[in-house]
């Protein structure tokens, strides 16, 4: 089985378009308050760029798919969740903090975008009412907790002991693995815990926002030679 890339955190054109000619499945766009936070505007800035890549028959990014939009929320409305997907045309929201499942079960009737609930995963391993709520998105991502951050801290969790609490879980929904990835250690997370995608954002960058192109490559390339169980 092929393991997708979503590469978040996108506050730069030229990273973008990067992005896309590595294959990326799908992009991270951040609303929720981060060092990567974007505006609506700059988001359409980086979303015109993406277009315009593939619009370039002379690029290489023409022979590779449209990646998915992903909008990162947390503490936003349903109604201003759903606003901000229409004005982007998002395909995925990803929602930190949807407690008991109400949000998700409100965003279904206003929005098509599918629905990533994040569960953030501590050192006693992983919160089994936490991921049984998380059941009602369409797909589950793990990232690693830490006190205040809603991501992109470079901390990774203990993902053998996940892997086998995730196991009952595994055929309800795909499973997207976070926290602290790098090209280093993203084919030992892969083999160890077989996700359907892994998500990079701080282990490809220069500062908070500012992708490094080689580490993206690097990061791609020990992806996609990858395959997981």
Not at 50 to 58: E, I, M, Q, Y
Not at 68 to 89: C, H, K, P, T
Not at 131 to 147: F, H, P, Q, R, S
Request: proline fraction near 4%; hydrophobic fraction near 45%.
């Amino acid at each position: 089985m092929a393991v997708d890339i979503k590469f978040c955190g996108m506050t730069r054109g030229e990273d973008v378009v990067i992005a896309r000619t590595l294959g990326a499945r799908y992009l991270g766009f951040v609303f929720a308050p981060s060092p990567r936070q974007i505006t609506i505007a700059r988001a359409q800035e980086l979303l015109h760029a993406l277009s315009s890549a593939g619009d370039d028959t002379h690029s290489a990014a023409q022979a590779h798919r449209e990646p998915q939009r992903v909008g990162v929320f947390a503490n936003e409305s349903a109604d201003e969740i759903a606003r901000i997907v229409d004005m982007l045309s998002l395909d995925v929201v990803q929602l930190h903090g949807a407690g008991d499942g109400t949000l998700v079960r409100t965003l279904r009737g206003l929005t098509q975008a599918r629905l990533w609930t994040v569960v953030q995963v501590g050192p006693e391993g992983l919160d089994v009412l936490a991921i049984e709520k998380a059941m009602e998105g369409d797909a589950v991502l793990l990232d690693t907790k830490i006190e205040g951050a809603l991501g992109g801290t470079g901390r990774t969790f203990d993902w053998a002991a996940v892997g086998n609490q995730l196991e009952p879980y595994r055929t309800i929904r795909p499973v997207i693995l976070a926290g602290g990835l790098t090209s280093e250690n993203v084919g030992r997370a892969i083999a160890v815990l077989a996700p359907d995608a892994v998500d990079v954002s701080s282990g490809v960058e220069r500062s908070p926002g500012t992708k490094d192109e080689a580490r993206m490559r690097a990061f791609a390339h020990a992806v996609h030679g990858v395959v997981a169980p």
